[in-house]
């Protein structure tokens, strides 16, 4: 094991650590559990002899309309075509995923302009060990958490006789491997940067950028707004984890195991490639803020 | 009261002017008779619409005119108004795909028409020559079809006029007090007409024939235009022509139809879809064969203002699946086999609303009517939470990506459970955090 990994691995083990001994994905956690669980209770209690009905629950009536008045009948019947599951568990996952990036983005941020970074770089360490260190933490707590909200989802599934099928699972494993090049934006943010807040910004303002280019294409209420996102996606998606997640998704659809797994390995890929070049900046700049 | 009356007389008077006519606008329009997998779909694009949507590989009837548009609010679609304006225009119809390699397609006569088979999809075309041939067949079977019902109707009418005498013979025998048996014999042993049977030869007859561009492409992306003979190309008549084809075909998809609610039915379209009820009610199933299409070009093919999700894909219900069988499992008795019936749908008696749906029995109660419905019925949570169902062609075999689940839900009694697990990372975190603290105190 070369140097650099072995002080990668000892700074991510300290890191993991002390994430677990802070409160913050705890409450994370159960603030994503109680969303998961307003959604498959709910589920439970729009159903009537003839199958999911929105309109017999207000939080489904909201959804349901406001994803098929934006996306379509096709997009929610699709949606919930397993069951409510695979959307609880994406819904239950985002604020998790977000605490954990968000956290870590500000953190590094901080640390660098505190001087602690380059504290470290005196040592045994380097930026770049310093900057592994915290994407392996944060994917070891996507990770984490991903594990958790299935094992929910599956005690919900047993509860209430829904069917924890390949779409949930397959919801897991894309939402882990979305995590890996989002949270590879995250690194490269915290890089480009000089500040803790300035980090965070640029790191938000990258996944509202993709997050609404992707909606944006899948819309339907105006074409003019879907032709101007699907422009633009043409543009952003091969930078875009949304897309290559979106890919996986629609391969699953299709049947086609080739393409899912093309489509993780491309959000792989992706996830190396934004780690090259925040190695390459932190290299140049140096970890002083 | 004078000016109250003077106020409501104006308001009444001016009331035509305040009701809100959708104003129509002169367009050249292509109209559409688009194939939409199972059978033919009118629309048409306007001036303002960009594309004109349809399906590869099959043949498409297409015309240029003018005509009024409007837009109807209520349905929130595009209309003509054809009866107002409805101008033909001749010329040559210019194809290009994205390499820049023109056709160019000159209006045929046509006639398109179901054949009666075994199955739904029969839909042929005949062109010129043969369109003709096929339209005076057509026009033979219904001249001997209409020729038949007319001697039908004498016939009845010669019957009925020799019932009407009878009945009135019998009447004055009767009040003279003579014997009227063997005239009643007589009016028993009368026998009606038998009426005869309407063409049996198509499920859709032949259409009469029309003249219209038959475009028939394989897939992709193509620019479309229409020059007039003078070689002049038709301002407004550009537009790009989008011919998709279905991505899988031979799915296998539901109608599903609760007992209690016959006239809502829902689909099970999606092979992974599961069916969530609360098991209140038997449910009627329908399998069919589907094939699956874009969302948004499919739409637009059926109707070309229609929205959709060009993302997406959908499965579209094509025909019906002949001799079928569907397979249950769960229960605890294994395996079983359920037939499709006809079933009758017969209101409530009483006070209470609603209506019940019965086995339909031809012979007894609902003698001389016709089924409501003819399909699979299945009784979900019978002795399981979870059915399980495949259908099976005639022969038997399990046809494949017809599995799907029925699954009775309710919410449990257990329920207090979950938001208990949702709280379970505060007791983990608590527990980390008093041992740290135990940890600090002790060092």
Known sequence: MSGRARAARVIAKRQVFEALVSPGLY??????????????????RAVDSSGFNPQLRPLYDIIGRGLEGAFGKTFVDALFAEGPLPFAFSVSFAPVFLYIAVSSV???????????????????ADGTSYLIASYVKDLLLSLFSIL?????????????????????????????FLSLALLAYGSLA?????????????????????????????????????????????????????????????????????????????????????????????????VRA | MKRSSLIIA?????????????????????SVLAYNGRDYSPTFARTASPAVFLIAGVDNFLTVRKTLVYFWP???????????????????????????????????RYTYYNERGEYELNWKVAQDAEADRVWAHWSAILGAYEAAMKDYRDRLAKEQDARASLIVRIQRLRNEGGDVTALVDQLSNMKEPEAPQPPQDYVVPPAEIQQAFIVNLSAGDYTLRFKSFDGSILEGSEKRLVVHQRR???????????????????????????????????????????????????????????????????????????RAGIELTG????????????????????????????????????????????????????????????????SGGPLPGSERQIRVIAPPAAEPVLPLLALAPLGAMALVLVRRARRYRRS
Request: no cysteine; charged share 15%.
């Open chain 1, 190 to 286: 915290s890089m480009l940067t000089v500040n803790a807040s300035s980090s965070l910004a640029l790191f938000l303002g990258i996944i509202a950028f993709l997050l609404v280019v992707l909606f944006g294409s899948f819309a339907i209420v105006g074409e003019y707004v879907r032709t101007l996102s699907t422009v633009i996606a043409r543009a952003v998606q091969w930078v875009s984890p949304f897309f290559y997640g979106n890919l996986s998704l629609r391969a699953n659809a299709a049947g086609d195991p080739l393409g899912f797994v093309g489509g993780l390995a491309l959000l792989a890929v992706l996830a190396v490639v934004i780690l090259t070049a925040s190695h390459f900046i932190i290299s140049a700049r140096g």
């Open chain 2, 248 to 322: 899988r075909s031979g799915g296998i998809g539901y109608e599903v139809i609760p007992g209690d609610r016959w006239t809502r039915p829902v689909d099970s379209a999606t092979p992974s879809a599961v069916l969530y009820v609360d098991g209140s009610s038997d449910l009627y199933l329908r399998p069919y064969v589907e094939d699956e299409y874009n969302d948004l070009y499919y739409a637009k093919t059926i109707r070309n203002d229609a929205r959709g999700n060009p993302n997406l894909m959908k499965w579209e219900r094509i025909q019906q699946i002949p």
């Open chain 2, 74 to 108: 209520l349905t929130g679609e595009w209309k003509t108004n054809m009866d107002a304006l409805n101008v033909p225009i001749d010329g040559v119809l210019e194809i290009t795909d994205r390499w820049g390699s023109s056709i160019r397609v000159i209006p045929s």
């Open chain 1, 27 to 44: 409450i994370a956690l159960v603030a994503g559990l109680f969303l998961g669980y307003a959604l498959v209770s709910g589920f439970a």
């Open chain 2, 10 to 30: 104006l308001l009444l008077a001016f009331a035509p002017a305040f009701a809100q006519a959708p104003v129509r606008t002169e367009n050249l329009i292509y």
């Open chain 2, 331 to 394: 229960g605890g008795a294994g395996k079983s086999m359920i037939r499709e019936e006809p079933w009758f749908v017969e209101q409530a008696q009483g006070a209470t609303l609603g209506y019940r749906i019965v086995p339909f029995d031809p012979q007894g109660a609902q003698k001389g009517k016709e089924p409501s419905l003819i399909a699979f019925r299945v009784t979900p949570g019978q002795g399981s939470a979870v059915t399980g169902l495949r259908t099976v062609d005639s």
């Open chain 1, 148 to 176: 958790v909200l299935l094992a929910f989802m599956v005690a919900a599934a047993a509860l209430y006789n829904y069917l924890a099928g390949p779409e949930l699972f397959v919801a897991a494993v894309v939402a882990f």
């Open chain 1, 106 to 124: 500000f953190k590094f941020g901080l640390e660098k302009n505190a001087g602690a970074v380059e504290l470290v770089a005196y040592g045994p």
